[in-house]
């Protein structure tokens, strides 16, 4: 078993920043793929930021550039540094962990079988 807690959401004005973490604890074992997902109210669940226990990194289009995705091994935890935010970017953030971390590379969160309860991020214009 694998247990996830985010914290860091916030709201911010458009242009601001925030940084999001996620602990982990329990059995996280390598190889594993970490990420973070948002949903909107209405719209399905977007991958936005994976991370391979080889440091390997894959980004949504939308925020390539602005979103950055580390690990901190020591402290088991994952964060998502998160700047120049936009409206569009609204939403609540999950973290996800899966062992393989091949599965980084097919961003679908189908592949995903242990979720943190979320953390909300507003951004207002």
């Known amino acids: 078993q694998v247990q996830l807690v985010e914290s860091g959401g916030g709201s911010v004005q458009s242009g601001g920043s925030l940084r999001l973490s996620c602990a982990a604890s329990g059995r996280t074992y390598s190889p594993y793929c970490m990420a973070w997902f948002r949903r909107v109210p209405g719209k399905e669940r977007e991958g936005v930021a994976f991370i391979g226990s080889d440091g390997v990194t894959f980004y949504a289009d939308s925020v390539k550039g602005r979103f950055t995705a580390s690990q901190e091994h020591a402290k088991n935890t994952l964060y998502l540094q998160m700047n120049n935010l936009k409206p569009e970017d609204t939403g609540m953030y999950y973290c996800?962990?899966?062992?393989?971390?091949?599965?980084?590379?097919?961003?679908?969160?189908?592949?995903?079988?242990?979720w943190g309860q979320g953390t909300q991020v507003t951004v207002s214009s």
């Open positions: 996800a962990f899966q062992y393989g971390a091949t599965w980084c590379k097919q961003m679908n969160p189908n592949v995903f079988g242990y």
